[in-house]
């Protein structure tokens, strides 16, 4: 008998070190998942200042040019909701078509001069 009672309480004991080992693992992947959730988030602020995603179309005018392409990018500053951002990229006799690489070359540049000009605390040290 008194092995069995001690093999009883070595299964025991092993059950409640599982028990714990299980509570500081979910404790421990929460908290990881908060900070992943805080690092997206600021990962997603940050490409915005960098490497913003930009929506380009055409548009027409009254003028001799007729058709412009305009871009459109979400700016994450310190806010709830993001700030949406209208450059202009130029007449569409610049370029050669709505595929041209240049056009998104020109309005990633165009982007990141306004973002300079309009918020340049974000920037900053």
């Given at each position: 008998m008194d092995n069995i009672?001690?093999?009883?309480?070595?299964?025991?004991?092993?059950?409640?070190?599982?028990?714990n080992d299980i509570h500081y693992s979910n404790s421990t992947i929460q908290k990881?998942?908060?900070?992943?959730?805080q690092l997206r988030e600021q990962q997603k602020r940050l490409r915005s200042y960098v490497d913003?995603?930009?929506?380009?179309?055409e548009i027409k005018y009254n003028n001799p040019d007729g058709k412009r392409y305009i871009g459109k990018f979400r700016l994450y500053?310190?806010?709830?909701?993001?700030?949406?951002?209208?450059?202009?990229?130029?007449?569409?006799k610049n370029f050669k078509g709505s595929?041209?690489?240049e056009i998104m070359k020109v309005a990633r540049?165009?982007?990141i001069s306004y973002i300079k000009?309009?918020?340049p605390e974000v920037y900053k040290k």
């Open positions: 009672e001690e093999g009883f309480m070595n299964v025991k004991s092993k059950y409640y070190k599982v028990l990881l998942q908060n900070e992943l959730v913003p995603h930009i929506t380009i179309n500053l310190n806010e709830d909701k993001p700030k949406l951002v209208t450059i202009s990229i130029g007449s569409t595929d041209d690489p540049d165009k982007a000009r309009k918020f």
